[in-house]
C-alpha cells in the first residue's frame, strides 16, 4: 500500500487503485484495462473525470430506474435530512418507513406486507430464506431445512444466498463453507428443441422438480426463483407458465416459494412486480436496486400474513431473530417513495409500454447479424448472446467489448457472451436508438 503525500498531484484512478478493493473484479486485469473515474450524473449519462459522456445502458448495475440527479428524488431526500437522517428501527418507527411499507403492501393487493428492511439484496434474500426455515421450526417441522434454487440462478454473494447461488466461479471459490441445497433445471427458454415453445420448456422444467418435491418435500422449506429472468445467468428468460407450476406445486407439498424480484421487480418486466405476470404471488418477496431509484442502499423481504403470526407471541425466541443496524433507513425509505410517485405521477409502467417497443427497434438489428443468436426480452430488458463461433476469445470477450462500448460512449457490461441492456426508464426514444447503434459499433470493434 502506498502513502499518498499529495493526493492533488495524484489521479483519483491511481488513488482508488492503490486504497480501494472493486467489487467482482480481478484487480489486476485494470493494469490493462483502466478504471473510469466517474464525477457526475445527469439524466441516463454519466460523465467521467475528463468530461467525457457515457450512456448509462444498465442503469448502473441494475439500479437507476430515474436518472441520476433526479430533481424529484433529490428533493425528497434533501426534505428528509431536514427532520431525520437515522433512527435504529428496533423499538422506534418514524413515517417513511411505515408509508413505505403501507404502499409496497397495497401494490400486491394486499396479499403480502410485514415487510422487514435491509441494505443490498444478497441481505433482503438472507432474510427470506432465515424467516422460512425459522417458520417451519416454530410449526414443529424442524426438519424442514433444505433449499431448492435454478440452475443458473444467481441470489447475492453472503454465504446464505450464495448457497442457493448456482453459478460456477462463486461455488468453486467457496462451496466449502455452503449449505448444501437441491438444484432443479432452469426453464430457460433458449433449451427448446425444435418445435418446442417457451410453455413446452417451463412444463419440461416443472415436471422435473414435481419428482424431486415428490421424493424430498418433508424435508424442503423453500424453492427460491427469480420470476421470468435469470439475470445473472446471462439473462435466462422463460414463461410465466413455469411460475403457475411452481406456486401449485408449492402449495401441494407445503412448500413456501421465495421470489427473488431484486432485479425484475419495479417495472423491469412489464409489471410492477414480474409475478403478476402470471397471476400468482409469492409467500416472500424480496425487492432491493430499483426499489430506492439507484440512489441508496435499501432492501426488503415481504411475507404473508399466516407466516408473520406464526412469528408473533410472548416468547422472544418465538421472535424474528434478526437485524440490520441502517433497517429502514429514513433518507432510503424517502428515495423509495418518491420513486413510487414518480411511477403514479408519470404513468410509467404505462409508457414503459412504449419504451420496450422503442428498446426491439433498435436492436432489430441483432435479430439479422448472422454471429447472433438467442434475441429475447422482457419488458425493459433486452439480450441476445453472440455465438461462440464468432468469438476470438470466449474467455476475455466480455472485457473486449466493454473497452468498445466505452469508446462509442456507452456503459455496457456482458455476462460472459451475452449482451445485454437494462437502461433507465427515461430513455428518450432518440438515445434509446443512439443505444442500439452504438452497440452494434461496439460489437464490430470486438469482433474484428
Known amino acids: 500500500m502506498k502513502l499518498i503525500s499529495d493526493p492533488n498531484q495524484t489521479s483519483l484512478v491511481d488513488r482508488s487503485l492503490d486504497a ?128 431448492v434454487c435454478l440452475e443458473n440462478g444467481y441470489h447475492g454473494e453472503t454465504l446464505g444466498a450464495l448457497a442457493v447461488t448456482d453459478v460456477a466461479i462463486f461455488r468453486e471459490a467457496y462451496g466449502s463453507l455452503l449449505q448444501d441445497v437441491y438444484t432443479a433445471p432452469s426453464p430457460d427458454s433458449r433449451k427448446a428443441q425444435p418445435g418446442e415453445s417457451p410453455d413446452d420448456v417451463a412444463r419440461k422444467a416443472a415436471k422435473t422438480l414435481e419428482s424431486l418435491l415428490e421424493v424430498e418435500h418433508q424435508h424442503i422449506a423453500a424453492i427460491i426463483i427469480e420470476p421470468l429472468v435469470q439475470c445473472a445467468g446471462r439473462m435466462a428468460m422463460y414463461s410465466p407458465e413455469y411460475l ?56 426488503l423481504s415481504m411475507t404473508t400474513d399466516k407466516i408473520y403470526q406464526a412469528f408473533y407471541g410472548d416468547q422472544a425466541q418465538q421472535g ?8 429502514g433507513n429514513p433518507l432510503a ?30 436492436f432489430s438489428w441483432a435479430k439479422e447479424d448472422v454471429r447472433i443468436e438467442h434475441w429475447r426480452q422482457q419488458g425493459m430488458i433486452l439480450a441476445f448472446d453472440i455465438k461462440l463461433e464468432a468469438l476470438k476469445s470466449p474467455a476475455t470477450f466480455s472485457r473486449e467489448m466493454f473497452s468498445a462500448s466505452l469508446k462509442e460512449g ?39
Open 20 to 147: 480501494v478493493w472493486h467489487p467482482c473484479t480481478q484487480m489486476k486485469h485494470h493494469e490493462s484495462m483502466p478504471l473510469i473515474a466517474i464525477t457526475k450524473g445527469k439524466g441516463a449519462w454519466l460523465f467521467d473525470d475528463q468530461g467525457n459522456a457515457l450512456l448509462d445502458c444498465i442503469s448502473s448495475w441494475w439500479t437507476n430506474l430515474f436518472g441520476h440527479s433526479n430533481p424529484r428524488i433529490n428533493q425528497a431526500i434533501s426534505n428528509q435530512l431536514e427532520k431525520i437522517e437515522h433512527v435504529m428501527l428496533a423499538g422506534f418507527t418514524h413515517p417513511p418507513v411505515v408509508e413505505l411499507s403501507e404502499k409496497l403492501s397495497a401494490l400486491t393487493h394486499g396479499n403480502l406486507g410485514h415487510v422487514f428492511y435491509a441494505s443490498d439484496g444478497a441481505s433482503a434474500v438472507e432474510i427470506a430464506l432465515k424467516m422460512s426455515h425459522h417458520f417451519w421450526r416454530l410449526n414443529n417441522q424442524p426438519q424442514k431445512k433444505k433449499f
Open 244 to 299: 403457475r407450476l411452481v406456486r401449485s406445486l408449492c402449495d401441494h407439498y407445503n412448500i413456501h416459494l421465495i421470489a427473488d424480484e431484486i432485479a425484475v421487480g419495479c417495472g423491469r418486466s412489464g409489471k410492477f412486480f414480474a409475478c403478476e405476470h402470471a397471476g400468482i404471488w409469492p409467500d416472500f418477496l424480496t425487492l432491493s436496486k430499483g426499489i430506492s431509484g439507484g440512489y441508496l442502499p435499501l432492501s
Open 320 to 327: 424474528f431473530l434478526h437485524s440490520h443496524s441502517y433497517t
Open 333 to 362: 425509505c424517502a428515495a423509495a417513495l418518491a420513486c413510487l410517485e414518480i411511477f403514479v405521477t408519470e404513468a410509467v409502467l404505462t409508457n414503459n409500454v412504449e419504451r420496450s417497443h422503442d428498446l426491439a427497434k433498435a
Open 410 to 448: 456507452i456503459l455496457i457490461r456482458p455476462i460472459g457472451h451475452t449482451i445485454y441492456v437494462m437502461p433507465p426508464y427515461i430513455l428518450s426514444a432518440e438515445e434509446t436508438i443512439q443505444m442500439g447503434a452504438a452497440v452494434q459499433r461496439a460489437l464490430n470493434r470486438a469482433l474484428v
